[in-house]
């Protein structure tokens, strides 16, 4: 028995959770759910230890259903990113009502309504991104019901637009009027800004709204630059390239003074190596 109690005594469990949101943020799926997976392992452990009513060495920062309902959540959202949709509406019948840990404190009760909401709006996405349109105005009127979720279900409406086919014109108008780039400093948001404002560009660039694209593909290098972003720099840059024959002279020499502003202050962090001094009489021809 005090070899149980060792192992689990060992367990953080809230750095766990905190790895997970952090591959969440990288979009590194195929960790999030080796994770999520380690973090159920946690969660059972700790429930099942006899010592766990005596609170010995078993402090967690929320009560222990969070972990159980957050693990299965955030399994869901990396198979739902990894089109594994059965799998992920699998997930959400797993956290969609707690209820199976036979737990009825108040604190319980909580945090198993906060992941009951948590399955409805993901029930929804799932359904969006399976192309059942049918679901497109019951899915607008949750986000405007649920500000923070905005930004993530516009991901979700161009996602499933693009691969579908299908208009979503009219639902962009009513919900990006909620998005502003000042709101995404923190990297997570920024990250998922990013997602959004290069799918964004995507999917004009489909719709054959070109001046669009190219000035949303012009912005996300910004942007991406910015909090230092090399994956979505380089897709910017490609869907920018796969859009030049559409661009007019003024946005040719906006993408040009963009990029030589950049390749100069990339070259200038080099060591000992002065570019304005080395180039201020050649010019590229």
């Known amino acids: 028995m005090l070899e149980s109690y060792?192992?689990?005594e060992q367990i953080d469990i809230d750095t766990l959770v905190n790895m997970v949101k952090m591959a969440y943020a990288f979009e590194n799926w195929e960790e999030v759910i080796s994770l999520s997976a380690s973090l159920l392992d946690s969660a059972e452990a700790i429930n099942n230890n006899p010592y766990k009513g005596l609170n010995v060495g078993l402090e967690t920062?929320?009560?222990i259903s969070y972990y159980f309902g957050y693990s299965y959540l955030m399994k869901g959202l990396a198979f739902q990113k990894l089109k594994m949709f059965p799998d992920a509406f699998e997930c959400i019948d797993y956290y969609s009502d707690l209820g199976w840990l036979n737990d009825s404190t108040d604190?319980?009760?909580?945090v198993i309504e906060d992941f009951r909401k948590f399955a409805k709006g993901n029930l929804l996405t799932l359904e969006i991104l399976t192309g059942n349109k049918t679901k497109l105005s019951e899915y607008v009127e949750y986000l405007e019901q649920n500000h923070d979720q905005i930004l993530s279900g516009l991901i979700t409406l161009l996602e499933s637009a693009i691969y579908h086919g299908y208009n979503i014109d009219r639902e962009l108008e009513q919900l990006t009027y909620y998005v502003q780039d000042s709101y995404h400093a923190e990297k997570v948001s920024a990250t998922r800004y990013l997602s959004f404002s290069f799918m964004l560009s995507l999917y004009d660039s489909l719709n054959n709204n070109f001046k669009n694209a190219i000035n949303r593909s012009l912005h996300n290098l910004v942007?991406?630059?910015?909090?230092?972003?090399?994956k979505y720099f380089k897709k910017s840059v490609a869907l920018f390239e796969t859009?030049?024959?559409?661009a007019t002279a003024s946005q040719l020499r906006d993408y040009s003074t963009l990029i030589k502003k950049i390749f100069e202050g990339e070259?200038?962090?080099?060591?000992g190596f002065n570019f304005s001094h080395r180039f201020s009489h050649h010019r590229i021809q």
Do not use: Q, V, W
């Open 6 to 8: 060792t192992a689990i």
């Open 61 to 63: 920062k929320r009560h």
């Open 107 to 110: 604190e319980a009760y909580t």
């Open 223 to 230: 942007f991406s630059d910015k909090i230092g972003n090399d």
């Open 243 to 246: 859009l030049k024959p559409h």
């Open 267 to 271: 070259i200038s962090n080099e060591e």
